[in-house]
């Protein structure tokens, strides 16, 4: 195989099972507390990457690093070493009035308000998730035991969008909401276009740190670390689910 730019990782050590967060720090803490016998397979750029188990099936991490076009060199050279079905599990920002800091979302599609897809020449696809792997994203969310569920984070099912500038969504926030738009991130949009050209699955669950309409950016708080767990597992649980394989 020909040798890639940014993930320099070694044939067989990727596992076809990946996880997508953007942080490093998140795929670091991914490896060290969801998953078994975790090894550092990429430091490469930041872009690091882990391979383990989790329940007894072969899982990797990877950094996606910020944005559309960081993801995309991610997500391509991630193919190229074997991946086939991808979840991301990164953070969002709040449209809707219902999604508050620490909820859970599950995006059914992602509107573009991105570059990439144009300059990649995939500019008439959808950006959608994988159909099974968004029904097992669904399955899991809703896999709460009933002692738990008054504590659990709520979940929202449905559109969101992907922006390339962080520092100008609120402008069209409002708008988005009156639109029917959930949240807004940086790479869903990407990811769900580029899998569907290259053939490979994806999806999301995403963490709402805040609600941009409602000026609630908490970022961090003990409902939201609680949370990031909570969709590191549903992520974990949907991607080995054994309609997966």
């Known amino acids: 195989m020909k040798k890639l730019y940014h993930l320099k990782i070694a044939p067989k050590a990727l ?8 942080d490093p720090q998140r795929a670091a ?6 998953l078994k016998h975790a090894r550092l397979i990429n430091d490469y750029r930041g ?4 391979t383990g188990t989790y329940n007894g099936t072969r899982v990797s991490v990877a950094t996606s690093g910020m944005g559309a076009p960081s993801a995309a060199i991610v997500v391509e050279e991630l193919a190229r070493l074997g991946a086939d079905t991808i979840i991301r599990a990164g953070t969002c920002g709040g449209i809707a009035k219902k999604v508050r800091p620490a909820d859970i979302v599950i995006p059914t599609g992602a509107g573009s308000m991105i570059g990439f897809k144009t300059a990649y ?7 959608v998730p994988d159909f099974h792997v968004l029904q097992n994203i669904v399955t899991s969310a809703e896999n709460v035991p009933h002692t738990q569920r008054a504590l659990a984070p709520a979940v929202h099912i449905g559109p969101i969008m992907t922006s390339d500038a962080f520092f100008s969504e609120k402008k069209d926030a409002r708008l988005l909401e009156r639109k029917g738009i959930l949240a807004i991130e940086m790479e869903c949009a990407a990811l769900f276009a580029l899998g569907l050209a ?13 609600n941009i309409n409602s000026t609630e950016q908490v970022m961090d708080s003990p409902s939201i670390r609680s949370s990031l767990d909570r969709m590191i597992r549903i992520a974990l649980d949907a991607l080995t689910s054994p309609s997966q394989s």
């Not at 596992?15 to 953007?22: E, K, W």
């Open 15 to 22: 596992a076809r099972l990946v996880i997508l967060p953007g």
């Open 29 to 34: 803490y991914i490896a060290e507390n969801f």
């Open 47 to 50: 872009l690091n990457a882990y």
């Open 121 to 127: 020449g995939i500019g008439e696809l959808p950006s």
């Open 198 to 210: 290259l053939g490979v699955r994806t999806g999301a669950v995403l963490l709402a740190t805040g």
